[in-house]
């Protein structure tokens, strides 16, 4: 039976639209299972915490834009440190991918172009119209989708992510968890990549 990554990531987040492609062919490459589980981030910081970027230091604000720069050389990307629609009300994006999800799809073409069209393409994905013209171009029926993402259940799947996420040690995004070991931030990649390689056992911080 394959092992199982739990997902976290909010489709706001530079950091998770800078890790997406490089953590999903370590993903495949060892043959493990996704759980995408999209959470609010607004409510994660709160819950653990964390800041807004708005509210952060300017020391911090300033450092952020050095690692943007830094990553976006490291990963090979082209993107827009401030685009134009960020941030953005990130509630129904997210929610969608969890309809994808739901409907039996793979969420990672729809993750892909989303992600290209916030960061590259400097689209707003709080606009419905733009969510449902990416879905149809990664061969997803936009329609179904939307009425998925609008209703209830969706709204408390959403709400459920939250709540695993922090009662998992969850506090930002992009997080992997791997047999209930936290890998926070895209650049800890590589240490998710030698877990899975080498097999060991989960590190608790119940030392």
């Known amino acids: 039976m394959p092992r199982v990554i739990d997902y976290y990531f909010s489709l706001v987040s530079p950091w998770a639209y800078i890790g997406h492609v490089p953590f999903i062919e370590i993903a495949r490459r060892h ?32 450092y952020r834009m050095l690692e943007l720069q830094r990553w976006r050389e490291k990963r090979g990307l082209n993107f827009n440190l ?6 953005f009300d990130v509630n129904l994006a997210d ?11 793979d ?16 689209r707003d994905l709080a606009n419905p119209v733009v969510l449902t013209e990416l879905a149809e ?17 969706t709204e408390a799947i959403y709400a459920l992510n939250l709540e695993n996420a922090v009662a998992g040690g969850v506090f930002g995004s992009p997080a992997y968890v791997l047999d209930g070991e936290v890998f926070w931030g895209q650049d800890r990649l590589e240490l998710l990549d ?4 080498s097999g060991r056992a989960a590190y608790s911080p119940n030392v």
Do not use: C
Request: proline share 8%; net charge positive.
């Open 31 to 62: 043959g493990v299972e996704i759980n995408y589980k999209p959470v609010f981030l607004g409510r994660v910081f709160a819950e653990t915490g964390g800041l807004p970027l708005a509210q952060r230091h300017p020391v911090r604000q300033r």
């Open 194 to 197: 030698d877990a899975l390689a």
């Open 82 to 87: 401030q685009p134009k629609h960020w941030p």
């Open 95 to 105: 929610r969608f991918v969890i309809a994808v999800t739901a409907a039996g799809k």
């Open 107 to 122: 969420p990672d073409p729809f993750l892909r172009r989303a992600y290209a069209a916030v960061w590259e393409e400097e």
């Open 137 to 153: 171009q990664a061969g997803l029926d936009s329609s179904s989708l939307m009425d998925v993402a609008t209703g209830s259940t």
